[in-house]
C-alpha cells in the first residue's frame, strides 16, 4: 500500500478478514437458523478489536452450531423420547 497511514485501521480489517472468511466459507446454515446467523454476522468485531487490538478472536463465533432439523417442526431425538 503506497500510503497506510491514510488508512490506520487497515491491520485490524486484515486481521478481521483473515478471521471471518474462512469460517465463512462453504457455510450452510439452514433456513431454520437464518436469524441467529445474521444476529452473528452484526456483530461489531471492528470496534471491539479496536478497543482490544489483542482480543482472542478464537473465542468469536459468526456461524450458529447448526441443528438439522428444525426443533418447530418436531422429530428427532426429542420426539421420540416424548412419544414413550
Known amino acids: 500500500m503506497e500510503y497506510p497511514e491514510q488508512f490506520q485501521d487497515l491491520e485490524l480489517c486484515k486481521k478481521l478478514e483473515e478471521f471471518i472468511y474462512p469460517q465463512r466459507e462453504g457455510a450452510s446454515v439452514p433456513a431454520h437458523q437464518y436469524v441467529e446467523y445474521n444476529e452473528l454476522l452484526s456483530q461489531d468485531l471492528f470496534s471491539s478489536l479496536k478497543e482490544n487490538p489483542e482480543a482472542d478472536l ?3 463465533r459468526i456461524v450458529p452450531d ?4 428444525n426443533p ?11 412419544a414413550e
Not at 447448526?66 to 432439523?69: A, F, G, R, T, V
Not at 418447530?72 to 416424548?82: I, R, T
Request: aromatic fraction near 0%; glycine fraction near 16%.
Open 58 to 60: 478464537s473465542e468469536v
Open 66 to 69: 447448526i441443528i438439522e432439523e
Open 72 to 82: 418447530l417442526l418436531g422429530g428427532g431425538q426429542e420426539a421420540e423420547e416424548d
